[in-house]
């Protein structure tokens, strides 16, 4: 059986346990001081007691003969006596006797042998004003118990609360490094004075993207420099493949080294994208008109829609390379009709094939990876995270859904692809651009 999991904040995590280990000590040390006053009031209730009944003693011995019998309160073969106190009596011993009475207050004896064999024995009820006594010492004990347990709650809300702000910071920090911000130092977002483990999780955190940061960077410069001393020899091999004579061999040689010298120049892409040195050339351009001009000359086959022109700042030449990136894939692993709608700065590129592959639409475009079992002929990957890194460059998001609800069969909706331009323009009705969840979330998650 899976228990539901319980989300809740460290500052009221330490809150609590100290409200309770404060809340166990006031108990605890309520009870040993309770029992301690009462024990100690009893024991001096019985010391007065027999003190009582030794006065009571002496003035009968002295005057009874006179008097006609004890005084003080005292009495001589009280049936009432208790059998415990009898016993102790009768084995010639002085004695006390404690027990409860029927309406909760303590009654005490004490009793005593005379010479003559009678037994003399003093009863009285446990003195009010020790009863109140213990009233208002209860009383007291409550109220520092609960005083207690507010100050370790307030107290704990205070530690908390501190270092529930530095994780909190370290979390963020952590999140915009996971976003590809990698100048961002976990460590100098915690700060504070006070060293603490948060301190170390954030060394740790910290090195790690070191570590990453190195390899990543090693990994791109292998990678660059493999493609790069690849493209002189695939321009060489597509050079001499011209020269060969028509023939479906030479066709099939063309192809492939058509086919490795795109692969070349799509790694030395990607290489150049991950260095984040590349730099958009701006420029105002009508976007709607802009679309439908570049995808006519592309594939005239698309039918283009604008529902609303707008103005942009932009980069035609990345712009142009994202729009081409994502037609390919939706030829390559889409059907027709493919369908293009300009709203505002918001593009929407549409297939109505089998959708995106799950592993697109939670982790993101991935180079090398397709989600189709059969590798030949449909590429490596690279098409949509190169536009998502010329996106990434002009300030733009990319993000991916498909288009058949929950549930449905497969290849009946879709794939949607839409880039967001940076500052969205508003729509033909005046507001902006409906966001659906899924477009909301970008395509890295």
């Not at 084995?91 to 004490?110: I, K, L, S």
């Not at 961002?184 to 990453?212: I, K, N, P, S």
């Amino acid at each position: 059986m899976k228990w539901p999991a319980l989300r809740t904040g460290v500052r009221w995590k330490i809150s609590i346990a100290i409200a309770a280990v404060g809340a166990l000590i006031a108990v605890a040390l309520s009870l040993v001081v309770h029992n301690a006053a009462r024990v100690s009031m009893i024991e001096n209730a019985r010391e007065v007691q027999l003190e009582r009944l030794l006065g009571a003693q002496r003035f009968y011995e002295a005057t009874s003969m006179q008097k006609g019998g004890p005084k003080f309160g005292a009495q001589l073969n009280d049936p009432t006596l208790p059998p415990s106190l009898r016993d102790e009596v009768r084995a010639n011993r002085r004695a006390t006797h404690v027990e409860q009475g029927a309406d909760g207050v303590p009654e005490v004896w004490a009793a005593l042998p005379l010479a003559n064999g009678d037994v003399l024995s003093l009863h009285t009820r446990f003195a009010d004003r020790s009863a109140t006594i213990m009233d208002d010492l209860d009383r007291a004990l409550i109220i520092g118990s609960v005083s207690v347990v507010f100050g370790g709650c307030a107290l704990g809300v205070l530690i908390g609360g501190r270092l529930s702000r530095r994780l909190r910071k370290a979390a963020a920090a952590a999140g915009l490094v996971a976003q590809g911000q990698t100048d961002v130092r976990v460590g100098d977002a915690v700060g504070g004075v006070v060293r603490d483990e948060t301190d170390e999780l954030a060394r740790a955190v910290d090195a790690l993207t070191d570590a990453l940061n190195e390899r990543i960077e090693a990994e791109r410069r292998v990678t660059a420099d493999i493609a790069h001393e690849l493209r002189t020899p695939v321009t060489g091999l597509l050079t001499a493949a011209e020269l060969l004579p028509p023939g479906r061999p030479t066709e099939l040689v063309r192809d492939r080294a058509q086919a490795m010298r795109t692969l070349v120049e799509d790694v030395l892409e990607v290489a150049r994208l991950d260095s984040a040195s590349e730099r958009a050339e701006l420029q105002m351009l009508p976007l709607g008109e802009f679309v439908s001009r570049r995808i006519g000359l592309l594939n005239p086959e698309v039918t283009v829609r604008v529902v609303h022109e707008s103005w942009v700042s932009t980069d035609p030449r990345r712009l142009e390379r994202i729009l081409g990136n994502l037609l390919g894939n939706a030829a390559k692993h889409g059907s027709a009709p493919v369908e293009v709608t300009v709203e505002g700065r918001v593009v929407r590129v549409r297939d109505h094939g089998p959708g995106f592959p799950e592993e697109l639409l939670r982790d993101g475009p991935s180079r090398f990876r397709t989600g189709s079992a059969d590798r030949a002929g449909h590429g490596h990957g690279l098409g949509l995270t190169i536009a998502a890194g010329q996106a990434r460059v002009l300030g733009a998001r990319l993000t991916f859904r498909n288009a058949a609800p929950s549930g449905a069969a497969e290849g009946t909706g879709g794939a949607i692809a839409v880039l967001w331009l940076p500052e969205h323009a508003p729509t033909v009705t005046g507001s902006f651009p409906v966001l659906r969840t899924a477009e909301q979330s970008p395509a890295s998650h």
